[in-house]
């Protein structure tokens, strides 16, 4: 999940929510597995430039620390992430989200064959981005992919290029080129979301309706009336059951929403072969 909006207090989306991210680790209703236990995440940005990361390898729903943080940090921009692992270890290192500079990365999916096209995917990092890759996921390898494509100067570009490659590599190598990418990335001041498959549905991922139509379809709910213009959430699977407050990101699609949440740019997602 992502905010970006007014500062609030992490505690009120990650705790305070009927169906929000800390609960979904245990019980998702949309995800692949209903059990997110291998790990979480939290990526948060307060007034420096380089956000702050607070991860472990423990259950989200367990992990006291992670309660005592929310509760007392407040951010206009933050990315939380539930790992449920598949095939790699459940590790520290290997935890969302990944960081560099001020830019936070998340990904929900995978790569098939990853161990099969591992090697040839280091192989075209940028050498100064090689030794910066600490874990085992294929997550951690698409975001230095996608800094050796510039994500630092065009996100959506880098990420299509990056999707290129692996799905190239692998018909190369005569794997399944299936690629499951629900990305986020965030700068602080801009928030960009992808959803893409390379076949097939792709992982779900919604984004909140404007604030004027939730007000006009709830006006009495009070935590929806402190909404204010530009607040904006994106999601795996809604936090609640509210008809008209969420909008699900069409397949193969790419949005950007600018600080504070205003929708930038809504396009295609159009894998860019090398």
């Known amino acids: 999940m992502a905010w970006f909006g007014q500062p609030v207090l992490i505690d009120e989306l990650l705790f305070q929510t009927k169906h929000g991210i800390v609960d979904q680790s245990l019980h998702a209703r949309m995800g692949a597995e209903p059990t997110n236990g291998d790990g979480f995440g939290l990526g ?8 702050a990361l607070y991860r472990s390898e423990a259950p989200a729903w367990s992990d006291a620390n992670l309660r005592e943080l929310a509760a007392h940090v407040t ?6 992430h539930v790992r449920a692992a598949i095939g790699s270890p459940v590790q520290q290192t290997n935890c969302h989200p990944f960081r560099h500079g001020r830019w936070l990365f ?4 995978y790569v098939a064959d990853f161990p099969h096209l591992r090697r040839d995917l280091m192989l075209a990092l940028d050498p100064d981005r ?4 600490h874990g085992s996921t294929d997550t951690e390898v698409l975001f230095q992919l996608a800094l050796t494509h510039g994500l630092e100067d065009d996100p959506i570009t880098a990420l299509e290029r990056t999707v290129g490659l692996v799905e190239q590599t692998a ?5 399944d080129c ?37 007000r006009r379809l709830y006006p009495t709910d009070h935590r929806l009336a402190r909404l204010l213009p530009g607040d904006r959430l994106i999601v795996s699977e809604p936090f609640s059951d509210l008809p008209g407050l969420w909008h699900e990101i069409p397949p193969n699609t790419s949005v950007s929403f600018e600080h504070r949440g205003e929708l930038r740019d809504q396009r295609p997602f159009q894998p860019i072969a090398p």
């Open 106 to 109: 998340v990904h929900n999916g």
């Open 75 to 80: 951010s206009h921009a933050f990315l939380v």
């Open 171 to 175: 018909r190369r190598r005569g794997c």
């Open 178 to 214: 299936l690629v499951q990418a629900s990305f986020g990335v965030c700068d602080g001041s801009t928030l960009w979301a992808v959803r893409y498959a390379t076949e097939g549905p792709p992982r779900s991922l919604f984004t909140t309706a404007g604030v004027e139509t939730v």
């Open 44 to 51: 948060w940005y307060d007034d420096g430039g380089e956000p």
């Open 130 to 133: 090689f030794a910066a890759v």
